[in-house]
């Protein structure tokens, strides 16, 4: 696909892909967050599109505010042999729950992410997905890093403008509707029992504490369910 990550980057190509330093990329390196590169001739390390993936999704879990300890249980916990598209897949769920944080581009800089051209009829696509927003100046745009990688991969497949726009409604709408109804279920099931059990402030900041800790595994088992439900849901309809 010519959205697809090259089979082999240098460690600052990988960076730029990324959009983030190399410095960071090494730091994750030697966190163990991103496995070692394949080495090439004259032992220069090359990275793939799953290294790609798996930095892009670390950086979104970073956004969320986890820790690097949260971050490694997270990625733990994926099967071994997790495609960068399943990577992909990953981060623009986990960004579907957490506020947007749009990111201001130029266009040069938004076809660098991208890694190819974009043509109008690309922006516009990546628009309908909510990857990209336009601006009043033609050559800025926000980008929502959450969503621009998995939307770049499919740009290239024959899927009409108003199903992407429908699909991402219907995506946001059962998304505030779920974050709505686990909200109401913890706050009337857990906080306020807590609450009224008259716990002193030293109690309650721990509560905080844990309720912060508790996010991340809430949504992984949100976006594991997802992608299930979905492969279910293909079976059972092949047509």
Do not use: C, N
């Not at 410095?23 to 004259?42: C, D, I």
């Not at 974009?118 to 696509?125: F, G, K, T």
């Not at 024959?158 to 509707?177: C, G, K, W, Y």
Request: hydrophobic share 40%.
């Amino acid at each position: 696909m010519a959205g697809a990550a090259p089979t082999q980057m240098t460690v600052d190509e990988l960076a730029a892909r990324a959009g983030v330093t190399v410095r960071t990329l090494r730091f994750y390196s030697t966190k163990g967050l991103l496995p070692p590169p394949e080495l090439g001739p004259r032992r220069v390390g090359r990275y793939g599109a799953e290294h790609l993936g798996r930095l892009e999704l670390i950086e979104e879990l970073q956004r969320q505010g986890l820790t690097l300890a949260a971050i490694e249980r997270y990625l733990s916990q994926l099967p071994e042999d997790v495609g960068s598209l399943d990577l992909a897949i990953h981060r623009a769920l986990v960004a579907s729950w957490t506020p947007e944080a749009a990111e201001e581009a130029t266009r040069d800089q938004l076809a660098r992410r991208a890694g190819r051209p974009l043509s109008e009829a690309d922006v516009d696509r990546l628009a309908a997905m909510g990857a990209v927003h336009r601006t009043e100046d033609p050559e800025l745009f926000k980008i929502d890093p959450g969503l621009l990688p998995l939307g770049v991969r499919v740009l290239d497949v024959p899927i009409p403008l108003e199903t992407l726009v429908a699909a991402r409604a219907v995506v946001r709408l059962h998304s505030q509707a779920t974050a709505h109804d686990l909200h109401r279920l913890f706050r009337d099931t857990v906080w306020r029992p807590y609450r009224e059990s008259e716990p002193s402030d030293a109690e309650l900041e721990r509560m905080k504490t844990l309720t912060d800790q508790i996010q991340p595994m809430v949504i992984q088992a949100l976006v594991t369910a997802f992608q299930r439900s979905l492969a279910e849901e293909l079976a059972a309809r092949p047509e």
